[in-house]
Structures are given as C-alpha cells and as structure tokens.
C-alpha cells in the first residue's frame, strides 16, 4: 500500500469576497522511497497543499475536504491529539524561511533536543547523542560549537540545515519540503540538495519537494507533479514530465527556462568608444571596526549597445556597483566616464541631461511604484521631470510608454496594489525608458518574478533594448539569466572582479574556479544533464577584512598552495576572456579534463 | 525563452479588500465629534442665555425646565455656557493641534528622510525637549509670555513638536530607500519634492492617527491650564475655567463641575476611540502598501 493517499482533496480560505479554493480536487499517492516534486508559480496551491497533507488547517482555512490516509490513518479525521503524534514523529515539515521557523532565542542544539524530548522518553544523555547524530546526518562539523548558536548566528544555509536537522531527528516516514532553497544562493542551494540526496539515499525516506524552480525539481525528485492555479495539470515520470510534457501549461513553463548555451540572437558587432567606463570603484559600508568592503576597485566598461551581466552571491557587491555608478551611493574613489565626459559622483551635480540618459530598474516590484499613486500620475510626474512637456504630451508620451511595455492604457488609472508583480515591473520599465535613456541599469528586475513571467518580462527588456539601442548593466545571482541576455558577464566576488569575458566563450567552459562552482551550482531543468559536481565550503565573513591573497583562496576547491593567501593573484588574458588566479588556463584545462574523465569512468 | 503564460497569480487572484467600509467603530465616534464641532459653529444661537450675563436665574440652582444644566454661583446658566464654551476649546485645541502636529510632522519627515547629522541633532533636541513633562513645558511658556489665546496655542502647538517628530520620522523611516525614492532621485527630485510629493501621501494615514490622539490630548491640556489659571481668562465660559470657579462648593452643588467635566470627557474618549479605529483601518491599509 501507498505511504500516503491523497484523494479528492479540497482546500477552501474565506475571504472578503466569499472562499477562495486554493486547492482543486488534488489526488495522487507516494509511495516509501519516492520523491514527488510539486512545481507551480506562486498562487498556485503549492504551500496550501504541503500543509493540507498533514493534515494542518491553516488559519482562515473554510474548507478540507477530501482524504488524506497516510500509512492507514485518515489525517483529516483524526484528533488533534493523535495529529500531534504524527507530527514531527513520522511527517516532517522544512518551511521556505528557517529565520522563521526557528526559534530565535533558543540554542540550535536545544531546538533539535526539544523535538527528540516531545516524542520520546529521553534522557540528556540520549538526547545529546540524538542531537550530535542529527548534526552528523546534516554535515554540520560535530566538534564545534554549532548546537550551542543562536539562530541568528548562523549562515542561511546553516540554518536550513538544523531546520532539516529537526525535520530528521525523529527518522520520519515522509519529509514536506517547501520551497527549502529558495532563499538561498545558487551555491548553497546545491550543497543543500546534494545534503537531501545522500539522506534519501541512506534512509529511503519519502519526501514531497515544493518548489518554483524545475531545475531543483530535475535534480530531486523522481515523480513531478505540476500545479496550476489549484489544481494538478500533469503528472509523470521526471523524464516524462521534461521531454515529453503534454499539458500546454507544461510546455509553456518548461520553454520559458533559459538553459545553459540558449543565448539571445546575437547582438550587432559591438566596437567604438564605451558608453560607460567606470574605474577602480571603491565602496564600504560602516565605521572603523565594523566595516565592510562592499566593492574593492574594481573597473567595468560597457560597450555602446551591449547588455553587461554582472553575477555573483549575495554580498559580492554587484548591486552596491551598480548604485555607485547611479548616483544612489557616494564611492569612497575611482571615476566614471559616461559617454566619453567625467560622470560627477554626486546625483546633485548631475544635469537633467545626464539624468535622462541613464535610468534604473530595481529589484523589489513590491517597493518600485509609489503605493499612493496611481500608474499614470507616477509615469507623468517622472516624465515632466526629465523633460519639460505640456499635460496633453505628457498624457499621451504615458500612455505610448504603457502599451511599449504591452500594458493596457487602462492601467494608468490604476493603484499599483491593483498589479501583479510582473505589471508593476512592466511599468518600471515603462518609467525607465520614459526618458530614451541610452544606459538602463537593471538591478536583479526579474529575481522576484515567477519563471512563466521572468520569461517575458526578460524578452521586453531585450526587445527595449533592440529597439533603442540601449545599453544594459544587467546584475542577477542568476547565471543562466545573466548567460540569457548578455554579450559579456562580469563574475564578482566578494567586492572584486574575478573574471569576465565575452557571454559565448563562457559556454565552452568556466576558467576561474568561482565560475566553475557557480556553473555546477546552477539547477538545469533537464534530469539526464550531467554536471561536474563543484561544492564550495560555506562562506567565511571576511568581507572586512583587507588580505593580500586571492581573494577566494579561503573558499577555492582547486587552491594551488601558500601563493593563493599570500600573493595577489595576476590577470590571465585567454581568447576575449580574462580571470584572476594562479592557475594558467592551461593547468586549468587539464585538471577539469582529467576530473571529467575520471568521473566518466567511474 | 518563449511564450509568456498567464500567472497562476493572476487567476486566483485571492480577493483583496477593496475600497473603504465604514464600521460602527469609526462611525460612532465620528458622529459624536460631529455634535460637538457643529456646537462649536452654531452654540451661541443656541444657547438659551448669554453665557456672561449673571443672576439668569438663582444662584446654584439645580437643573430645571428653565436651566437645563442649572446655574453657577453667580447665576449664570451652566447649559448656555457649555455651549458657547465648546467654540473657544475646540477652536483652541484644533489650531494648536494643527501647528504643533504640522511643524512636528514636516520636521519629522524630513529628518528621517534626510538622515545623517541633521537627524541625529534634531532627534537629540526632540529627546530633551520630551524629557519635560507636557503641562509643565507649556505653564513655563505661559508664565513667560503671558496668558493670552495666542500664547496658548502657541505653547500647546510646541509641546506637540518633539512626539510627532518622532512619529512622523519613524513612519518614513523605512520607507527611505524604495525604489519610488531611488526613482525620484533619479529623475534629480530634491528632497522637498520627495519628502512632499512622495512620501507624504503614504504616511498621511499615520499622521491622521496621531493627530487625533494629539487633537484629545489638547482638550485636556488646554482644560487643565484653565483649571489652573493659566489658560482662557474669566469671564470667557472655558470648561476647564468653569470646573475650577465651580469646585468650592461641588458638595452642596455638583452640576457647575459636572457637566463641563462630561462635555471634556466624552469629547477625548470620542476622539481617542476615532484615532483607534482609524489606527487598525490605517494599518490594514499601510500593510497593503509595504
């Protein structure tokens, strides 16, 4: 029999205009071993869902109907006291937010103890040695002081793992994952799901993975479930669902992923003088003892008519660049040259000529329009202040803005609480490219955004793009968008430049061991991709501190010896690409040559 | 990359609260506030007695047909003077409510906005000025200016200052460094357009709250300073004045205090319970907008 049987299952909020149903007639079963990967965008049931198969009936919750009988119990029939037992003990749940689930004033160690000591007998002996083999079982060095931390003490990627910790403690049958790597980086996420992987493997757990993202899902899971709008549009095989998907809504999502070598149709030849040349920008945050080096010199030319991505981690200053060459952030030194005349650093002593000719677009749709304005007034004010117009103008420049980003003129009307995301970035855009700018920069525009709408949110900017003749500095954590729509990327770490070249020569093989790493941490929607298998070790926060060595040597899988902390390490120039390391390309070459060779043999 | 799909988003689209529903509990307090500012306009045609003239009828006599309210111990009528006396409190309080809360705000806002050494001197001198207590900060103005109408406002309205200030500052706070804000500082906004044309209007709902609490807490004040001699002057029928004249003989003739002191108490109770409920709708609203 099935570990869990989900049939005709039904999930209703009330709301002020009467129920919503979150969740239509969902059934399908798992078995012991099996992992269910459920894809959908946001809104599409997914987190309703993972808590309706524990039985759990969220807060506002009108309506759970249905069955859900796992191993024999019908859990949406059963007390509340015998829920409690299943709970924890033999249904484990991992949220999208450890910051949230953990307790925040509460030891690690402790945390993982109270839900041992809440289902069993233990002693504080029994219970520490649970604790130390929970720890063990998610990779957390043992010696160290880690069980003794505080939540907020860890890194985020620590964090999921005693979030994970937790959900094993109790060896349970069937693990609920929702959305665990989602706020993670694309290089913790991989050691993540690596960590998820071996534990299946040893303990044959079942587990429903919920996630956005069909690469994760490629990677984890055997059998995927898709969702759309509350209901299961599709069901199969991993390998069924990804080359041979029969629902359209399938199809539509899996053609809106970028892959690794889909590029955009290739830009014109890029050559002349550079639109924008900013050199050894310098830029940290806080006072004295505190500080943090967000960007440490480093230069970035943008060719007239190109798209730069810039990519890295969270905290390798790609955005703090960004807004230092906007204005938004004063650098401490170093110069930009925008279109061949010195750029003040201070917004204030910049001209309404300067201003019209480089505009932003920025990450959070939520925060980007003005709450209290409605669409039209935040496009005109905007408008009128980049170029003196009349009302009527100004009426009819808006509403040509709206329908070029393929919004309904109706929309100028409306409060952006009225837009979805991808609208309110839509007119963003639209805001952007009022002014005919000839450089927008475009600070993570699609990161908040669900894939269907990525997808053409990122086919807007490059049609803008083609249309004007507009540059692009586009910044993302995300390698496979930046690859997407770039003509060079830039990889920065940790406030330096490590690496950049032209986009196309990335394709044939990452140089720098950073790039490398974050190659093999992308998630390819496709479950047959190979990929060599680069983990780093979690991060270090020296961001503060100034060292003479290369600047990744503390993290670097392939570190050469004492030159790498001791000597800064020179630039490499290779075929319109060049990288900061000691190895040359063509030590390079022959290590990953040689790893991938073995890899196939064994 | 192809083809844009609809967003599941977007077809649930789980119902958001839409427009503004009044509720009883904005509605009472409002209506009752309604009575009082429409005494403030119309009171004096009302009122049965010149609210000055003495000897309307016997000294302290208890309520009646004639003297609804009774009379005080000069024979003036308690009813009539309530009336007229809600013109003098309310005009008072609001003007003052009005310039301390406004010059307060306007400060507020753009100190947060603006941040840096300016914020941190402004907000130093708002802690000194906050560590005097609210009565005592305004008799000290008082007593240095003289008890006039405009001195009270005046002091009333700069012991409003420092509190909204700090209100005001850390409603804008956080929302410092939207995008909106980065945007208008990109099409070269300066921060007098920022902090008025763009910031305000979210915050508006806040200020609105904290007016009103400031609005009830000027009717005690000003009643209070009256009560102690340093606000409206006599003959001038102030409730805080009538309370004070009246509270030698409150034992053998309790209406001269009484009816003046129900007049203070249901107007701030009304205006406390209006701010309240505007705070829980303004919430609702502000959290739609962050």
């Given at each position: 029999m099935a570990l869990l049987e989900v049939a005709h299952l039904n999930v209703g909020y009330a709301s002020v205009r009467g129920s919503v149903r979150a969740v239509r007639d969902v059934s399908f079963s798992l078995d012991r071993d099996e992992v269910l990967g459920v894809v959908g965008e946001s809104g599409s049931g997914k987190s309703t869902l993972a808590h309706a198969l524990m039985g759990y009936r969220m807060r506002g919750t009108s309506m759970l109907e249905g069955d859900v009988t796992f191993d024999g119990i019908p859990l949406l029939r059963s007390p509340a006291t015998e829920l409690r037992k299943i709970w924890g003990g033999r249904i484990a749940m991992v949220h999208q937010n450890p910051l949230a689930s953990l307790t925040p004033t509460m030891r690690v160690g402790e945390q993982i103890a109270e839900t041992i000591r809440q289902h069993r007998n233990a002693t504080a002996a029994e219970a520490r040695s649970a604790v130390a083999a929970c720890l063990r079982a998610v990779e957390l060095p043992e010696g160290s002081d880690i069980a003794r931390r505080y939540p907020h003490q860890l890194s985020g990627g620590q964090r999921q793992r005693i979030t994970i910790a937790i959900a094993l403690a109790l060896e349970p049958d069937l693990m609920i994952l929702d959305e665990p790597t989602t706020n993670l980086d694309a290089t913790t996420e991989a050691v993540i799901l690596d960590l998820l992987e071996d534990i299946r493997s040893r303990t044959r757990m079942a587990m429903v993975y919920i996630s956005h993202n069909l690469g994760v899902i490629a990677r984890v899971a055997t059998r995927v479930a898709v969702m759309y709008a509350g209901e299961i549009v599709e069901t199969g095989s991993v390998s069924q669902i990804y080359t041979a998907p029969v629902h359209s809504y399938t199809r539509a999502l899996l053609e809106s992923l970028p892959r690794p070598g889909n590029s955009k149709p290739k830009a014109a030849v890029l050559s002349g003088e550079p639109v924008l040349a900013a050199m050894s920008i310098r830029k940290s945050f806080g006072r004295r003892r505190a500080t943090v080096r967000a960007v440490r010199g480093v230069s970035l030319h943008v060719p007239r008519g190109a798209v730069v991505g810039l990519v890295g981690e969270s905290g390798s200053g790609k955005s703090t660049l960004l807004r230092c060459i906007a204005g938004l952030e004063r650098p401490e030194s170093g110069t930009i040259q925008y279109s061949g005349s010195d750029l003040p650093p201070n917004l204030a002593d910049r001209g309404k000529d300067m201003l019209r000719t480089m505009q932003m677009v920025f990450q959070d749709p939520e925060s980007t329009l003005n709450p209290s304005l409605s669409i039209g007034t935040s496009l005109r004010r905007h408008l009128i202040a980049l170029k003196a117009t009349d009302g009527v103008t100004a009426r009819r420049s808006v509403d040509e803005a709206l329908r070029r980003v393929?919004?309904?003129?109706?929309?100028?009307?409306?409060?952006?609480?009225?837009?979805s995301g991808g609208e309110k970035q839509r007119v963003a855009i639209a805001r952007a490219f009022l002014s005919a700018p000839d450089l927008v920069l475009c600070d993570e525009p699609l990161s908040s955004l669900d894939v269907s709408v990525q997808a053409a949110v990122c086919r807007l900017l490059l049609d803008l793009q083609r249309d004007y003749g507009t540059s692009y500095v586009f910044v993302s954590h995300d390698l496979a968008i930046v690859r997407y729509m770039s003509d060079r990327i830039v990889v920065m770490y940790l406030g330096e430049v490590v690496e950049e070249g032209d986009a196309e020569s990335f394709d044939r093989r990452p140089l720098h061991p950073y790039t490398e790493a974050l190659f093999s941490a992308t998630p390819i929607p496709d479950p047959e991709a190979a990929t060599a298998r680069v983990r780093l070790k979690s991060q270090i926060s020296d961001a503060d501190r100034e060292r003479p060595g290369c600047i990744f040597n503390a993290r670097c899988h392939r570190r050469k010896g004492a030159e790498c902390s001791e000597i800064a390490p020179p630039w490499r120039d290779t075929g319109g690409r060049r990288y900061r390391c000691h190895w040359s390309p063509a030590e390079l070459a022959a290590q990953q040559g040689n790893e991938a060779a073995s890899a196939a043999r064994g | 990359m192809t083809a844009p799909v609809a967003s599941a988003a977007e077809q649930v689209a789980l119902a958001k609260p839409e427009g503004r529903r009044w509720r009883w509990q904005v509605v009472v307090p409002a209506a009752v506030v309604a009575v009082y500012l429409l005494t403030g306009l119309v009171g004096g045609i009302l009122a049965p007695y010149s609210a000055t003239d003495f000897n309307t009828g016997a000294p302290l006599a208890t309520p009646s047909q004639a003297h609804l309210f009774g009379t005080d111990g000069f024979g003036r009528d308690v009813f009539s003077r309530v009336l007229v006396g809600a013109r003098t409190i309310l005009l008072l309080s609001l003007s003052a409510t009005l310039l301390g809360v406004g010059a307060g705000c306007a400060i507020g806002l753009m100190s947060g906005y603006r941040g840096g050494a300016l914020d941190e001197t402004v907000m130093r001198l708002v802690d000194v000025l906050l560590a005097l207590p609210g009565l005592l900060l305004a008799m000290l103005i008082l007593t240095s200016l003289g008890p006039s109408s405009l001195n009270l406002v005046l002091a009333i309205g700069f012991v409003f200052v420092p509190k909204s200030a700090r209100i005001a500052r850390s409603a804008v706070l956080p929302l410092r460094n939207a995008g909106y804000v980065e945007a208008a500082r990109l099409r070269g906004a300066g921060w007098p357009s920022i902090v008025f044309a763009e910031l305000l209007p979210i915050v508006l709902p806040q200020l609105v709250v904290e007016f009103c609490l400031r609005f009830a807490y000027a009717l005690l004040l000003i009643s209070s300073l009256g009560f102690l001699g340093f606000g409206v002057q006599p003959p001038t029928p102030d409730w805080g004045l009538m309370i004070s004249e009246a509270r030698n003989y409150v034992t053998i003739a309790p209406w001269p205090v009484l009816f003046p002191a129900l007049a203070i108490g249901i107007l701030v109770v009304a205006v406390n319970a209006l701010a309240d409920a505007l705070t829980s709708s303004g919430e609702r609203r502000v959290e739609q907008y962050l």
């Amino acid at each position: 029999m099935a570990l869990l049987e989900v049939a005709h299952l039904n999930v209703g909020y009330a709301s002020v205009r009467g129920s919503v149903r979150a969740v239509r007639d969902v059934s399908f079963s798992l078995d012991r071993d099996e992992v269910l990967g459920v894809v959908g965008e946001s809104g599409s049931g997914k987190s309703t869902l993972a808590h309706a198969l524990m039985g759990y009936r969220m807060r506002g919750t009108s309506m759970l109907e249905g069955d859900v009988t796992f191993d024999g119990i019908p859990l949406l029939r059963s007390p509340a006291t015998e829920l409690r037992k299943i709970w924890g003990g033999r249904i484990a749940m991992v949220h999208q937010n450890p910051l949230a689930s953990l307790t925040p004033t509460m030891r690690v160690g402790e945390q993982i103890a109270e839900t041992i000591r809440q289902h069993r007998n233990a002693t504080a002996a029994e219970a520490r040695s649970a604790v130390a083999a929970c720890l063990r079982a998610v990779e957390l060095p043992e010696g160290s002081d880690i069980a003794r931390r505080y939540p907020h003490q860890l890194s985020g990627g620590q964090r999921q793992r005693i979030t994970i910790a937790i959900a094993l403690a109790l060896e349970p049958d069937l693990m609920i994952l929702d959305e665990p790597t989602t706020n993670l980086d694309a290089t913790t996420e991989a050691v993540i799901l690596d960590l998820l992987e071996d534990i299946r493997s040893r303990t044959r757990m079942a587990m429903v993975y919920i996630s956005h993202n069909l690469g994760v899902i490629a990677r984890v899971a055997t059998r995927v479930a898709v969702m759309y709008a509350g209901e299961i549009v599709e069901t199969g095989s991993v390998s069924q669902i990804y080359t041979a998907p029969v629902h359209s809504y399938t199809r539509a999502l899996l053609e809106s992923l970028p892959r690794p070598g889909n590029s955009k149709p290739k830009a014109a030849v890029l050559s002349g003088e550079p639109v924008l040349a900013a050199m050894s920008i310098r830029k940290s945050f806080g006072r004295r003892r505190a500080t943090v080096r967000a960007v440490r010199g480093v230069s970035l030319h943008v060719p007239r008519g190109a798209v730069v991505g810039l990519v890295g981690e969270s905290g390798s200053g790609k955005s703090t660049l960004l807004r230092c060459i906007a204005g938004l952030e004063r650098p401490e030194s170093g110069t930009i040259q925008y279109s061949g005349s010195d750029l003040p650093p201070n917004l204030a002593d910049r001209g309404k000529d300067m201003l019209r000719t480089m505009q932003m677009v920025f990450q959070d749709p939520e925060s980007t329009l003005n709450p209290s304005l409605s669409i039209g007034t935040s496009l005109r004010r905007h408008l009128i202040a980049l170029k003196a117009t009349d009302g009527v103008t100004a009426r009819r420049s808006v509403d040509e803005a709206l329908r070029r980003v393929r919004l309904d003129t109706a929309f100028r009307g409306r409060l952006p609480r009225e837009l979805s995301g991808g609208e309110k970035q839509r007119v963003a855009i639209a805001r952007a490219f009022l002014s005919a700018p000839d450089l927008v920069l475009c600070d993570e525009p699609l990161s908040s955004l669900d894939v269907s709408v990525q997808a053409a949110v990122c086919r807007l900017l490059l049609d803008l793009q083609r249309d004007y003749g507009t540059s692009y500095v586009f910044v993302s954590h995300d390698l496979a968008i930046v690859r997407y729509m770039s003509d060079r990327i830039v990889v920065m770490y940790l406030g330096e430049v490590v690496e950049e070249g032209d986009a196309e020569s990335f394709d044939r093989r990452p140089l720098h061991p950073y790039t490398e790493a974050l190659f093999s941490a992308t998630p390819i929607p496709d479950p047959e991709a190979a990929t060599a298998r680069v983990r780093l070790k979690s991060q270090i926060s020296d961001a503060d501190r100034e060292r003479p060595g290369c600047i990744f040597n503390a993290r670097c899988h392939r570190r050469k010896g004492a030159e790498c902390s001791e000597i800064a390490p020179p630039w490499r120039d290779t075929g319109g690409r060049r990288y900061r390391c000691h190895w040359s390309p063509a030590e390079l070459a022959a290590q990953q040559g040689n790893e991938a060779a073995s890899a196939a043999r064994g | 990359m192809t083809a844009p799909v609809a967003s599941a988003a977007e077809q649930v689209a789980l119902a958001k609260p839409e427009g503004r529903r009044w509720r009883w509990q904005v509605v009472v307090p409002a209506a009752v506030v309604a009575v009082y500012l429409l005494t403030g306009l119309v009171g004096g045609i009302l009122a049965p007695y010149s609210a000055t003239d003495f000897n309307t009828g016997a000294p302290l006599a208890t309520p009646s047909q004639a003297h609804l309210f009774g009379t005080d111990g000069f024979g003036r009528d308690v009813f009539s003077r309530v009336l007229v006396g809600a013109r003098t409190i309310l005009l008072l309080s609001l003007s003052a409510t009005l310039l301390g809360v406004g010059a307060g705000c306007a400060i507020g806002l753009m100190s947060g906005y603006r941040g840096g050494a300016l914020d941190e001197t402004v907000m130093r001198l708002v802690d000194v000025l906050l560590a005097l207590p609210g009565l005592l900060l305004a008799m000290l103005i008082l007593t240095s200016l003289g008890p006039s109408s405009l001195n009270l406002v005046l002091a009333i309205g700069f012991v409003f200052v420092p509190k909204s200030a700090r209100i005001a500052r850390s409603a804008v706070l956080p929302l410092r460094n939207a995008g909106y804000v980065e945007a208008a500082r990109l099409r070269g906004a300066g921060w007098p357009s920022i902090v008025f044309a763009e910031l305000l209007p979210i915050v508006l709902p806040q200020l609105v709250v904290e007016f009103c609490l400031r609005f009830a807490y000027a009717l005690l004040l000003i009643s209070s300073l009256g009560f102690l001699g340093f606000g409206v002057q006599p003959p001038t029928p102030d409730w805080g004045l009538m309370i004070s004249e009246a509270r030698n003989y409150v034992t053998i003739a309790p209406w001269p205090v009484l009816f003046p002191a129900l007049a203070i108490g249901i107007l701030v109770v009304a205006v406390n319970a209006l701010a309240d409920a505007l705070t829980s709708s303004g919430e609702r609203r502000v959290e739609q907008y962050l």
